[in-house]
């Protein structure tokens, strides 16, 4: 059984040096080895692994779905930040920022191809990870477009929020875990206990994001407090802070948004606070961390087993930055 | 076994009631839906289905495998769009046009993984026709680029545009009637020729279509003759002009390439003839179409069933537009 480090840096130089893209025409290829080779945590592949390993040895269909998982993912990263107009990832440019918006959507396409030809590599249970995968892929298409839709709207609830962060972000961490367990011959009940692990460890994941940066320690996290709230974005925060306001305090949060003082943020952080919008957050936070380690606990798997992927959990759920 | 007309009615009834795109987010699917409803020729899931047709009857395999062809191909479209700026597609407003541009990446997305949901979908051969299917996806994208490296180049070679159309349109026809055959339970051999019948119909067609842009009916074509022309692109004809120019001939060329005049169109038609470019390409064109023919004759399948596959060929070949 592999330790939750060593998996990423087998995972890493396994992937990196197994990257079958054609030499020609480099002006496809060469945006996708530039954005796979930027890193990552790659998060999702290793959940893949270590579902695998709670079950059996890591075999050559975990690689393979592994590597197909880590594809996919990077694929919607290069077509979301064309959407979403970004000019850096991981404190480089951008794919289209790099090689222009029409090479950027063409070596997304491609990339989400080499996704699903790794796939026919499958010796076992093709079908039905097939199954897993589309419909996870399609569930983060449908997260992308609902949390574009929210730019355009004053009346998310916090339910829709979650509804979106779920589909944009958590349901690739279960279907990953899913898929891993699947490789390694898990039965339906431990891979969907994994499935729903994957889904609140995800939640708990992307509303610590939104803590942390409005609240996160500024030198661990690199960059100034507040990012959100200058980019108005629909965050549980704010969202929150929205449905506890006073009337008072929702007209100033409103005012907020439409403006750019210098102390937007500082004002609404204050405001954060005033409506315990900060504690409900954590709150939430705890009460899906809860429920992701209750779902390992329910695996009828030795504990021993488990320890990596409970180390993975705590190191994405606890970090201070 | 049904003539080439009914297949395209059927085809155009089943695909279009068949789709199973959720209601919501509608915002990122009835842009899918606009754009499938927008019709087209259906050519390619036609080949898809006669090839099974031509070995057994058409089975639910064969229908699937046409729907996610037909979903592959207007996925491409929308992309292809987008990266061409295009604002019109059959004479209505490109899906980016109409709903953005991020719903256009994202929507050409998610129809690109419901091809993928159709194939998850087959009873037998799967790993076999998603093998083929990521090869016929990745070489789209692949010509695709290609296709726009060209824009920034001056040294095209004829080989090079053969090969480019080949990737960008001739082998979603090979495969669709590859994937078609295999679904009917065609041996290899008669899958590999239908492959070649369809790589040299497609490139028959590609180069009837450059042909047709200069020197078609336009009482027939519904528009002017020349928008290739208008838009310097390489073309069959531009290339062939090039390589057989005499030096004052291809002077004449490249300005006419730099200039915007009234006359543009008129005289490069002019130089096309007096290059002898024109019959080169009718040349070509009647080349990849006997050799197309010649294909289907050597099918180990009785005559009778080839004739829906040579009337399609007829159809798209021998068309005065």
């Given at each position: 059984?592999?330790?939750?480090?060593?998996?990423?840096?087998?995972?890493?130089?396994?992937?990196?040096?197994?990257?079958?893209?054609?030499?020609?025409?480099?002006?496809?290829?060469?945006?996708?080895?530039?954005?796979?080779k930027l890193g990552g945590k790659r998060v999702r592949p290793v959940l893949c692994l270590m579902a695998c390993e709670l079950v059996d040895d890591i075999n050559e269909d975990a690689w393979h779905a592994a590597t197909a998982i880590e594809l996919l993912h990077n694929f919607t990263l290069i077509h979301d930040d064309i959407?979403?107009?970004?000019?850096?990832?991981?404190?480089?440019?951008?794919?289209?920022?790099?090689?222009?918006?029409?090479?950027?959507?063409?070596?997304?396409?491609?990339?989400?191809?080499?996704?699903?030809?790794?796939?026919?590599?499958?010796?076992?249970?093709?079908?039905?990870?097939?199954?897993?995968?589309?419909?996870?892929?399609?569930?983060?298409?449908?997260?992308?477009?609902?949390?574009?839709?929210?730019?355009?709207?004053?009346?998310?609830?916090?339910?829709?929020?979650?509804?979106?962060?779920?589909?944009?972000?958590?349901?690739?961490?279960?279907?990953?875990?899913?898929?891993?367990?699947?490789?390694?011959?898990?039965?339906?009940?431990?891979?969907?206990?994994?499935?729903?692990?994957?889904?609140?460890?995800?939640?708990?994941?992307?509303?610590?994001?939104?803590?942390?940066?409005?609240?996160?320690?500024?030198?661990?996290?690199?960059?100034?407090?507040?990012?959100?709230?200058?980019?108005?974005?629909?965050?549980?925060?704010?969202?929150?802070?929205?449905?506890?306001?006073?009337?008072?305090?929702?007209?100033?949060?409103?005012?907020?948004?439409?403006?750019?003082?210098?102390?937007?943020?500082?004002?609404?952080?204050?405001?954060?606070?005033?409506?315990?919008?900060?504690?409900?957050?954590?709150?939430?936070?705890a009460r899906y961390s809860d429920e992701a380690f209750a779902c390992i606990d329910d695996l009828a798997i030795p504990s021993v087993r488990k320890k990596p992927l409970i180390d993975l959990a705590n190191y994405l759920l606890v970090r201070k930055k």
């Amino acid at each position: 059984m592999h330790a939750f480090a060593d998996l990423v840096e087998t995972f890493e130089s396994r992937f990196l040096s197994g990257l079958s893209f054609p030499q020609q025409p480099s002006t496809l290829y060469d945006p996708c080895r530039y954005l796979l080779k930027l890193g990552g945590k790659r998060v999702r592949p290793v959940l893949c692994l270590m579902a695998c390993e709670l079950v059996d040895d890591i075999n050559e269909d975990a690689w393979h779905a592994a590597t197909a998982i880590e594809l996919l993912h990077n694929f919607t990263l290069i077509h979301d930040d064309i959407m979403d107009r970004a000019p850096l990832r991981r404190g480089q440019p951008t794919v289209h920022h790099k090689y222009g918006m029409a090479t950027g959507i063409l070596s997304g396409d491609v990339m989400c191809i080499f996704a699903y030809e790794r796939l026919a590599k499958l010796h076992k249970s093709m079908p039905l990870i097939l199954q897993i995968f589309n419909k996870t892929a399609i569930e983060i298409c449908e997260g992308q477009q609902i949390d574009m839709d929210f730019e355009h709207r004053n009346d998310v609830s916090i339910q829709e929020y979650i509804q979106m962060i779920t589909l944009k972000t958590s349901v690739l961490l279960a279907g990953s875990l899913q898929i891993g367990a699947i490789t390694g011959g898990a039965l339906g009940d431990n891979a969907n206990k994994l499935y729903q692990f994957g889904k609140n460890l995800g939640i708990a994941f992307q509303l610590q994001d939104d803590y942390l940066d409005a609240f996160g320690d500024t030198s661990l996290l690199g960059k100034q407090n507040g990012g959100d709230i200058i980019a108005n974005k629909k965050t549980y925060l704010l969202l929150r802070a929205l449905e506890n306001a006073s009337v008072a305090q929702k007209g100033r949060i409103t005012d907020l948004l439409a403006s750019d003082g210098e102390n937007k943020v500082s004002e609404m952080l204050g405001l954060f606070s005033d409506t315990k919008a900060d504690a409900a957050c954590k709150e939430a936070i705890a009460r899906y961390s809860d429920e992701a380690f209750a779902c390992i606990d329910d695996l009828a798997i030795p504990s021993v087993r488990k320890k990596p992927l409970i180390d993975l959990a705590n190191y994405l759920l606890v970090r201070k930055k």
